[in-house]
C-alpha cells in the first residue's frame, strides 16, 4: 500500500518561511520522481517544484529562487522549503510521486494546506 504523508502547513505572515515534509512508504522511492503540486480555491492546479532520480530539480517560475525542493532517499522523504512567501502561495499543497520521467504522477498525498496572511 503506498502512501504519501505531507506534514508542515500552516498559517505564516507575508515574508515567512516555511517547510513541507512529504514522507513515502510502499513505493521505491529512490527510483522515482517526487514532485510538488499545489492548488488554491478557484484556480487551477499547477506544478510547483519536483526532483528526479539524478537530483535535478526544475521549479516553477513563480517560485524560482524562494523555494526549494530536495529529497532524503535514505528517509524516504521529499521536502519543499518555502522562503519569501506571498499571499498567492495560499493553496493546498500535495506531494506525488512520478514513475515515468516525463508522465503524470502515480501516487499523490493527501495535501498540507499553507496559508500566507497577515
Known amino acids: 500500500q503506498v502512501q504519501l504523508v505531507e506534514s508542515g502547513g500552516g498559517l505564516v505572515q507575508p515574508g515567512g518561511s516555511l517547510r513541507l515534509s512529504c514522507a513515502a512508504s510502499g513505493i521505491s522511492f529512490s527510483i522515482y520522481t517526487m514532485g510538488w503540486y499545489r492548488q488554491a480555491p478557484g484556480k487551477q492546479r499547477e506544478l510547483v517544484a519536483s526532483i528526479a532520480r539524478s537530483g535535478s530539480a526544475n521549479y516553477a517560475d513563480s517560485v524560482k529562487g524562494r523555494f526549494t525542493i530536495s529529497r532524503d532517499n535514505a528517509k524516504k522523504t521529499v521536502y519543499l522549503q518555502m522562503n519569501s512567501l506571498k499571499p498567492e502561495d495560499t493553496a493546498m499543497y500535495y506531494c506525488?510521486?512520478?514513475?515515468?520521467?516525463?508522465?503524470?504522477?502515480?501516487?499523490w498525498g493527501q495535501g498540507t494546506q499553507v496559508t500566507v496572511s497577515s
Open positions: 506525488t510521486a512520478t514513475f515515468a520521467p516525463a508522465g503524470q504522477p502515480n501516487y
